[in-house]
């Protein structure tokens, strides 16, 4: 997703998801001015949902820090990337291919619903139909009769998937339609959250006022400015929400964020901004952040623009070895990333240091293959980012290093929020590349293979496609093992950098940090403040 915890795009520069751009600060007139929290609510900087707050439509950072507060699904990850039970008491299969769930009982919506093996089973059909236009709905691909609610061309030939069996109120089973031995593990991604029959009435008004089944109830959505939720007394997770409440943020730069955080107007910060960087453990203390986290910096050619279509990926590995990722990650982001050696980030299973120069700054190499490949059409291109996020620095840091080693021309192309980038991405918009951040959905290296470049995945928005590549990632998928199904997917990598649908740069770590008013503010495996563990003063 694209950013939380779901495959989920990262809004930030500087991290999983940040909420504002780091370009020189702004008069900060349309900020939050008042303190604002309630008696023992906490506020974090959480920018603008891209879309509805719908499970399977949230595929972003801002959307997913507020789907992950009101929804639980089966699964979820401790902050080592182990799975940890939420609604599912169990999840097994003999064979890799059929999966049994069993439910614990005594779950509820925040309606008084009970959640069942139905409110499951109907979701995910919902999710996946076509008709519905869910962004994640190729998400449910793997299960037997997918194909049958979600053609690629028509109408839907069936309502639900013949691979889901509802055996009793709180055990259903799944049919995969072949062998996935990490299936499980992408059950932790909030897309496959149940949803409550009231959902059905209105999806539309469901999604501006969600009733869920996770830690916090929604109260109001003042949209651009906060998103307000309630913790649920009644709630049964691990998660359990320790504060009264929840305030999400908008903010359009990192800058004014930070400032309501030094001056107590603002809780938490998830990713300061470049500016701030060099005083933010000196201002903000024992509150200072700094973890490393499943996630990686790309840039990715959109393969249908004029730039970029048929491309020689002898170009791209060019443009790769223009750029100095030891000097920018040292300077102009301050130490706060780690060069990339590979597509795949430290944390996940799989990851591999790639046996290849690719990554490393050459610029006489950098320019030869550049030549051999024919060059860069009209010598120019453009990279997309968002301007809420703390980007405009190190654009600019990578497009002068590729100047200067190989005199092609490269350009940052603004957009005003994450949003606004996303919908360009989405409709195939973007003129030459765009920055992409990625943060795990599950701790497996198929998340940062399957989910982007698969022709059919929905967060392949550089429309990268290659068959044999397609032909090797739906081998792995079937292997016997997860280890495996892990090891074909490190040789898929490999292949990965023959043909170079994206250019990795750096793994992200979270600098972010907290205000003297909460307490135990811990950071989780995809890189996510856990807000229902925070505590106020």
Excluded at 113 to 126: I, L, R
Excluded at 207 to 235: C, M, R, S
Excluded at 412 to 433: H, S
Aim: proline share 5%; glycine share 8%; net charge negative.
């Amino acid at each position: 997703m694209r950013g939380a915890k779901s495959a989920k795009w990262v809004a930030g520069a500087i991290v999983v998801a940040l909420a504002a751009t780091a370009c020189g600060g702004g008069s900060g007139e349309d900020e939050p001015k008042d303190k604002g929290a309630l008696a023992g609510y906490v506020s974090i900087d959480v920018g603008e949902p891209q879309r509805p707050l719908i499970p399977a439509d949230t595929n972003e950072t801002n959307g997913s820090y507020v789907i992950q507060s009101l929804f639980t699904q089966l699964l979820d990850f401790d902050a080592d990337g182990n799975i940890v039970y939420t609604n599912a008491e169990s999840i097994e299969s003999a064979d890799s291919k059929t999966w049994t769930v069993k439910l614990k009982k005594g779950w509820k919506f925040h309606n008084g619903e009970d959640v069942t093996a139905k409110s499951y089973v109907d979701a995910w059909n919902w999710y996946a139909n076509v008709k519905n236009n869910q962004q994640n709905s190729f998400w449910f691909q793997d299960i037997k009769g997918y194909d049958d609610v979600h053609p690629e061309k028509g109408d839907p030939k069936a309502e639900t998937m013949s691979g889901l069996k509802i055996v009793d109120d709180h055990t259903f089973t799944i049919e995969l339609k072949y062998t996935m031995p990490y299936f499980n593990y992408k059950l932790g991604y909030t897309t496959w959250a149940p949803l409550p029959k009231v959902f059905y009435d209105d999806p539309k008004a469901f999604g501006q006022k969600p009733v869920g089944n996770g830690p916090y109830t929604f109260e109001k959505w003042d949209h651009k400015k906060l998103i307000q939720v309630k913790a649920w007394d009644d709630y049964q997770g691990p998660n359990k929400a320790k504060n009264e409440g929840v305030q999400f943020k908008a903010y359009t730069t990192l800058e004014a964020a930070y400032k309501d955080v030094v001056s107590g107007n603002l809780d938490m910060i998830r990713q300061v901004g470049p500016t701030d960087l060099p005083k933010y453990k000196q201002d903000l203390g024992d509150g200072a952040i700094e973890k490393p986290y499943a996630a990686i910096q790309t840039l990715t050619p959109a393969f249908y623009s004029k730039t970029f279509k048929d491309i020689d990926p002898k170009v791209l590995q060019g443009l790769s070895m223009a750029i100095d990722r030891e000097t920018i990650t040292k300077t102009v982001l301050n130490n706060t990333r780690t060069p990339a050696q590979s597509f795949t980030p430290p944390g996940v299973k799989g990851n591999q240091d790639l046996d290849t120069d690719v990554f490393t700054y050459d610029p006489e190499k950098a320019k030869k293959l550049i030549e051999e490949g024919g060059g860069v059409p009209g010598n120019k291109f453009t990279v997309q980012y968002n301007t809420d996020g703390g980007h405009k620095e190190w654009v600019t840091a990578v497009c002068e290093s590729i100047r200067k080693a190989t005199g092609v021309d490269c350009v940052g192309d603004p957009k005003p929020d994450f949003a606004t980038d996303l919908e360009a991405r989405d409709n195939d918009q973007v003129k030459g590349m765009y920055r992409g951040g990625w943060v795990a959905d599950y701790p497996v290296n198929a998340n940062f293979m399957k989910e982007l470049y698969h022709t059919t995945a929905e967060a392949n928005n550089g429309r990268f496609s290659n068959k044999e590549i397609d032909k090797l990632m739906n081998e792995a998928d079937k292997a016997k093992s997860l280890d495996e199904s892990v090891k074909a997917f490190q040789e898929v990598e490999k292949k990965l950098v023959e043909h170079m649908p994206a250019i990795p740069l750096w793994y992200y770590r979270i600098n972010g940090g907290h205000g003297k008013n909460v307490d135990n503010v811990n950071v989780d495996f995809h890189g996510d403040l856990e807000v229902w563990a925070v505590t106020t003063k």
